[in-house]
């Protein structure tokens, strides 16, 4: 079984701090895609990273797969209340079957 | 413009009385997805159609079926609902192009068991 592990688990910061989110993995993932997940919605594609070393930004949100295609970040710059919400990774192995990630809780607090 | 439509949002139903869950999408997608997922928990694939192939996970309980009529259309029954089915149901698509295809998921269906 391959694990994804998220961290933190649970993140609260005031409103226009800074924040990363980790995703870690022993498996090499031929893509990596982050979500959004709001209470009582399904999830919602934010970025699928490829490459090894590739970086995509998303407005305030950076995302970035690590070289060996193992790990990745989310980075937050000037969190807004808007940005609240559960934060999965899922790292596909090429079998078109997704491995989801633990999940971040993230809390912007105005 | 919705993409992946999931009826109803919210269901309930009683212990042991079979429900059956909907899923469309507009997206001429080759594969559908249904997983469950609790409360502060990431979703848990229960089972996918590849076109009309069927693919079950192997600790999906017998308890949940699928069927998939045609290619905009997929369905999840649970037979007998336990109190430990009460779950979100999400259902997902995507084209099946690996390495770096991309799951699209609709907005849920909230089950609650009584």
């Known amino acids: 079984t391959q694990l994804l592990e998220q961290s933190p688990q649970f993140l609260s910061i005031q409103e226009g701090e800074n924040l990363t989110v980790y995703c870690n993995s022993s498996?090499?993932?031929?893509?990596l895609q982050w979500y959004r997940q709001e209470p009582g919605e399904g999830p919602v594609l934010l970025v699928t990273?490829?490459?090894?070393?590739e970086v995509k930004k998303l407005k305030r949100l950076t995302f970035q797969f690590g070289d060996a295609r193992k790990d990745s970040s989310l980075h937050i710059t000037a969190a807004q209340p808007g940005d609240t919400g559960l934060y999965l990774c899922?790292?596909?192995?090429?079998?078109?079957?997704?491995?989801f990630g633990t999940g971040t809780r993230l809390t912007i607090i105005p | 413009d919705a993409m992946v439509i999931q009826n109803p949002r919210y269901q309930v139903t009683q212990f042991g009385k079979p429900v059956t869950l909907s899923c469309s999408q507009t997206?001429?997608?080759?594969?559908m997805y249904w997983y469950q997922q609790k409360s502060s928990q990431a979703p848990k694939l229960l089972f996918h159609?590849?076109?009309?192939?069927?693919?079950n996970e192997a600790d999906t309980p017998d308890n949940f079926q699928s069927r998939r009529p045609n290619t905009s259309f997929c369905f999840l029954d649970i037979r007998s609902p336990g109190l430990g089915d009460a779950a979100m149901y999400l259902c997902?698509?995507?084209?099946?192009?690996?390495?770096?295809?991309?799951?699209?998921f609709g907005p849920g269906t909230r089950l609650t068991v009584l």
């Open positions: 997902a698509t995507s084209g099946g192009l690996a390495g770096g295809d991309t799951q699209y």
């Open positions: 498996s090499v993932f031929s893509s």
């Open positions: 990273v490829v490459t090894g070393g």
């Open positions: 899922a790292g596909e192995i090429g079998n078109e079957k997704l491995t």
């Open positions: 997206l001429n997608h080759n594969v």
């Open positions: 159609y590849y076109d009309k192939d069927f693919n």
